[in-house]
DNA sequence: TTGTAAGCGTTATCAC
DNA sequence: GTGATAACGCTTACAA
């Protein structure tokens, strides 16, 4: 197991190190019997090519960054993350890029990833998760010309390649379903009121009640903290009101979960008194009671999306458009 | 933005490119003026250092390998795996690495992926999570001596590095707790049969039922698949008994609520005739009704102890002992 | 103390 | 077709 080299292979081939290496490329011009003869000793010896000579050389690493913005203890319960990583790495290895993972704390840790990844050219492109919707670092990498995608939105949309969730949609699909369903005073529960998300859904939920005529109460929306607690009396707050709404739509799984226990404590039962919808379509409906209504979204195509916008961008090509939507469906459960 | 390299610092900084690198890397030995007139260069042009050309001459990619043996789909609802990526992220960036994160579908691919990685030599070492007890792979990557470092059990326990949650005390511990609770007739809902997890918290489980004096009773152990209907259907069969258990100690959340779920669904009150634990505090623990007291393993540590071992691995030092545990703890709420 | 130069293991451009 | 040979950008003896 001493450290193989091509020119060892070379050597007991009896042909030149080039040519070791262009029968491990492929190349077509060579004689096949040289090229059996270096095969078989490469296969016996098990060689294989040393990645950080081949990223040198060809300025390629053929790594993917994926940034995550947010703490890594926020994230750490998320199963959204661990889904998206998941399909990320699974697409990359499509294309055989690695996925090289990070996460940005701060502002500032932030900052230092983005250089330590892309200019120090560790990394061939990245792939960078939950920026606020205007960010310096973002027109910086987009004027340097590094090789990037956003997951989630960005502000002129087409400044800078995203691809996303279809928010709006979903939310409008959540509310349509609630009001075609009989429900007539649906409420939305968001989550901080500063997130993209929150308002993008915030925009499809306004929507459908106007396609469906019903008028638009601001007391029917509130804003939640992702915690319990915070869903809680968000949820308290709504029930307080009269006439009550007969029917919520949650920004996530979790709030929604919140909500439905929140409302049963009060008396109120789950669908019949009032109906709920969750986003993420998470393992966790299926295991509440009752089941969870909720609206999923389609992890697999956001990562397959993002994955080859970034390998395009990497290889020379222009995406077009620079922005793409991931659908959404509604699964539907008992809660609604 | 023209391509800078330290020759490029070297020249307008009116030294040799080999002071410039000497710089860099702190050396002591250069005298003061040049460090300076080096570092005024370096900063104005924000220069930072190839980490291709670093990797290839120091041989050193400080990059760590994760390799997750779990299908992407089944990973990609699990907070277990984002709680534990964030943290080894976390961790790896304390001793200035970084992490590369690949799944391993199919025994075939795993294979494959140990070989592109560390072969290839992209990664200086790999973290291993969930293998099997027995793997050959890893048999192999003991005997070329590459480092790595599993997260789970192997056995025999001294083989190779290993970092591990404390299975069988957990168990005990939510075992004993209930006993001492007043249950009486404590029932063990596993996982799949053939888990080594699975085996070592029955383990835990039937330790603690013998510490109390109380008979173990294979009837009140069953298993099940991750998912809810196996859940429900194995705890159905629990609850048929007679008499019916007043406590279940379930492998994980996901299945605790699904047991609580059925419970309530047979008209059980939880916790009053049957009470229920669940493992990994997960976020939902919070959300379900009742709140799920839960034991916590200690991911941060998991993290922790992984890379702490990899990493001295990585840079020669023989860790031991070659197998530490992460300590458990029971996170009480209201369902025991 | 600083500069020169020899690699690290590839790929790719030349001649032959 | 194939074999020398020059990069790729850095680290580190060794020389000065």
Chains 1, 2 share one sequence.
Not at 223 to 245: G, H, K, M, V, Y
Not at 246 to 263: E, G, H, P, Q, W
Request: hydrophobic share 40%; aromatic share 6%.
């Amino acid at each position: 197991m001493a450290d193989l080299k091509q020119a060892e292979i070379a050597k007991l081939a009896g042909v030149s190190q080039a040519t070791v290496s262009r029968v491990l490329k492929g190349d077509p011009q060579v004689n096949a019997e040289m090229r059996e003869r270096v095969l078989a000793v490469v296969q016996q010896l098990g060689y294989v090519p040393d990645a950080r000579a081949q990223s040198l050389r060809s300025q390629r690493t053929r790594l993917l960054g994926l940034v995550i913005h947010r703490d890594p203890d926020a994230l750490a319960g998320d199963p959204f993350f661990s889904a998206l990583i998941a399909m990320i790495v699974a697409q990359a290895g499509r294309y055989d890029y690695h996925l090289c993972v990070d996460t940005a704390r701060t502002a500032r840790s932030q900052r230092a990833i983005y250089e330590e990844l892309l200019r120090t050219r560790r990394v061939d492109g990245l792939i960078l998760v939950e920026s606020e919707t205007q960010d310096r670092r973002i027109e910086r990498l987009s004027n340097e010309g590094f090789p990037f995608v956003l997951i989630g939105r960005y502000e002129p949309e087409d400044a800078v390649c995203t691809v996303d969730n279809d928010n709006i949609g979903a939310a409008y699909m959540a509310t349509d379903y609630l009001l075609r369903t009989g429900r007539r005073r649906v409420a939305y529960l968001g989550g901080p009121a500063g997130l993209t998300v929150t308002r993008d859904r915030l925009q499809g939920y306004k929507a459908a009640l106007e396609a469906h005529g019903v008028g638009y109460d601001p007391h029917r929306v509130v804003f939640a903290d992702f915690n319990a607690r915070s869903a809680a009396s968000a949820t308290t707050e709504l029930l307080s009101q009269s006439p009550p709404p007969d029917a919520i739509v949650a920004l996530d799984d979790m709030l929604a979960i919140a909500a439905m226990r929140t409302a049963k404590q009060q008396g109120c039962r789950v669908p019949d008194d009032i109906a709920v919808v969750g986003f993420n379509d998470s393992p966790l409906c299926e295991y509440v009671e009752p089941r969870l209504t909720s609206i999923a979204v389609e992890i697999p195509t956001l990562a397959r999306k993002a994955t080859e916008m970034l390998v395009g961008l990497i290889e020379g090509r222009e995406p077009s458009p620079k922005r793409q939507i991931a659908p959404a469906r509604l699964v539907k459960r008992e809660s609604a």
